[in-house]
């Protein structure tokens, strides 16, 4: 004890400084793990005062140097510990994936931090008022001063957490309805592919496998997962997810059926199956899904989310396909009973046709009718074809008599002069037009000679260049005008600047952060201000700050309006 007195005594040596005031006392403590005992020895330091004698023969420290040795300190004589407490102001992963909240019981609290590499491997998430054991190494944050603990690895603390955690989080998924049964698929009745999520090395997978042999010979695939550890649930997730990504047709056949299986257990050797990434794959997966974990005792939370739940993984085998006896003896039902089937209604089919064929008429009775009809038909054709036959004779007959070719010589005559007056007529038009079209072109061509286009192109070009050159008179105007309203812009713009005020003698005062100092209240002492001058700018500290008695400045009074004339109207000038 006495030695870890005077090791403490050294520690806080640089602490005894002659620039500390008098009054203020430097009282520090160190926390010493006794790693033979495992004890905890606190030691407080005596008050020191700044103005004992030899303090001035002391080295001097820098705040980063006082601090970065304590830490030292801290990591070399502290190590790793296993803290338990309840997590307190936890608000989720920072912008840069790291974890900052405070661990604490009844009577103290101490800061913990989490790294993101560390974060993304934890299979238990902190969750506010969590009580959990922490593992991790004791340091301190200079930037700050206080010690915290890093956690490298994080557990709930006890079976009674896990059930708090586990119903908590039974709650939220419940609530987004990932439980509902209304979710639920029908399993198949008969799968060609068997799809199954477990370890390919324990006992389970051999015992489904033989219960698929003694029932039915299905078509099975492993996705060989770890069922236990930090990595199970990431690993059942993706499988679940991976089946369900296999396309139909493809070289690896689709299941129709999926079990994720698992042998029995302890809450914490099954918790992996309560993960919530685990329980939102299986309520994903269009593939009917049974879940077959633990014992018939046990249950986890992928159990509320699967299609269906098997008490053991071997029943799973049994309700995912039949068995071979029982769809034998089932097949050989429903023959007998298809043969009795088809003989009733064979039977039913033929006494119909018998009592039918009795209510059918003889064939000769059916053809009597229309047999007769038939020959009082033929008997009137021949005499309506001989009827026919004169009335289209003597209808010829008369046609022939008006088709003589001296009538069609006179339809040829009077034909042939109308086509002649008609001709004689369109070339006298004819004529006519041509000659109103030769006059009007003879009249526009004498008004276009070349004498005359050569005028008005002459013309046309004497206009032309008057135009430009008052355009350009103009324009040389109007830029001396622009100049000159630019040039007394920039003559205002000069004398309102405030670097015209800069050269009369007048400087501008800024912050730290470039902000211009306006009023006396913006400054502290110890301040650092930046000083521009014309010709420069200037660092400085503010030593004493004076705020100046404010004096009332009291507005002008508006001057009375001259009166001039009777009626009392100003002056213009």
């Not at 004890?1 to 500390?20: K, Q």
């Not at 389970?204 to 060989?224: K, N, Q, S, T």
């Not at 007056?421 to 004529?431: E, K, S, V």
């Amino acid at each position: 004890m006495a030695s870890e007195r005077r090791r403490f005594a050294d520690l806080i040596t640089p602490w005894r400084h002659e620039d500390i005031p008098s009054a203020a006392l430097a009282v520090a403590t160190f926390v010493y793990h006794e790693r033979r005992c495992n004890k905890r020895v606190r030691f407080v330091a005596e008050p020191v005062r700044a103005g004992r004698a030899g303090a001035s023969n002391n080295p001097e420290l820098t705040v980063s140097e006082l601090s970065n040795a304590i830490k030292r300190s801290l990591e070399d004589n502290f190590g790793f510990v296993r803290l338990r407490g309840e997590i307190s102001g936890y608000r989720g992963p920072h912008a840069s994936g790291h974890c900052y909240f405070a661990l604490k019981d009844d009577k103290a609290k101490i800061e913990a931090v989490i790294w993101r590499g560390v974060f993304q491997k934890l299979r238990f998430k902190p969750e506010e008022g969590l009580e959990v054991i922490a593992t991790g190494k004791v340091t301190s944050y200079p930037g700050s001063s206080k010690y915290q603990i890093v956690v490298e690895a994080l557990e709930p603390a006890g079976v009674g957490a896990l059930m708090a955690l586990l119903e908590e989080r039974r709650r939220k998924l419940t609530a987004e309805g990932l439980f509902a049964e209304e979710r639920k698929k029908p399993l198949p009745y008969l799968p060609r592919v068997v799809g199954i999520v477990t370890s390919p090395t324990g006992a389970v997978i051999r015992d489904m496998l033989h219960g698929f042999e003694e029932r039915y010979p299905a078509h099975v695939i492993v996705w060989p997962v770890r069922v236990q550890g930090e990595t199970s649930a990431k690993e059942v997730a993706a499988a679940i997810r991976g089946f369900n990504a296999i396309t139909p047709g493809g070289p690896v056949p689709r299941p129709d059926v999926l079990i994720v299986a698992r042998g029995g257990g302890s809450l914490e050797d099954l918790w992996g199956f309560n993960d919530e990434i685990v329980v939102r794959a299986a309520a994903e997966s269009t593939i009917p899904l049974i879940s077959a974990v633990g014992h018939e005792t046990d249950w986890t939370l992928i159990d509320l989310a699967a299609d269906a739940r098997a008490p053991t993984p071997t029943k799973a085998a049994e309700w995912a396909v039949p068995k071979h006896g029982e769809l034998v003896e089932s097949i050989g039902d429903l023959a007998l009973r298809l043969g009795k089937s088809v003989r009733r209604t064979i039977d039913a089919a033929r006494t119909h046709l018998k009592a039918a064929a009795r209510g059918l008429p003889r064939l000769e009775d059916l053809l009597a009718l229309p047999r007769q009809r038939f020959d009082a038909v033929e008997r009137r054709l021949a005499r309506a074809l001989a009827a026919n036959t004169q009335a289209h004779g003597k209808r010829l007959a008369r046609i022939e008599a008006r088709f003589q070719p001296r009538l069609v010589g006179q339809l040829l005559d009077r034909d042939r002069q109308r086509l002649e007056r008609a001709q004689r007529a369109g070339l006298t038009a004819l004529a006519r037009r041509t000659s109103t079209g030769r006059t009007r072109y003879e009249r526009v061509a004498a008004r276009h000679t070349p004498h005359a286009l050569v005028q008005r192109v002459a013309r046309l070009d004497e206009r032309f260049i008057n135009s430009s050159r008052r355009l350009t008179q103009a324009f040389a105007g109007r830029l001396v005008l622009e100049r000159r309203a630019l040039d007394a812009q920039a003559q205002m713009l000069a004398s309102l600047s405030y670097q015209s005020v800069l050269k009369r003698g007048f400087a501008v005062v800024r912050d730290q952060d470039g902000r211009a100092v306006r009023s006396i209240a913006a400054l502290a002492v110890d301040a650092h201000v930046g000083i521009e001058l014309a010709d420069g700018s200037a660092g400085a500290r503010i030593t004493a700050v004076e705020p100046s008695e404010t004096k009332s400045i009291e507005p002008p009074k508006p001057r009375a309006a001259k009166r001039s004339g009777p009626e009392g109207q100003g002056s213009l000038f």
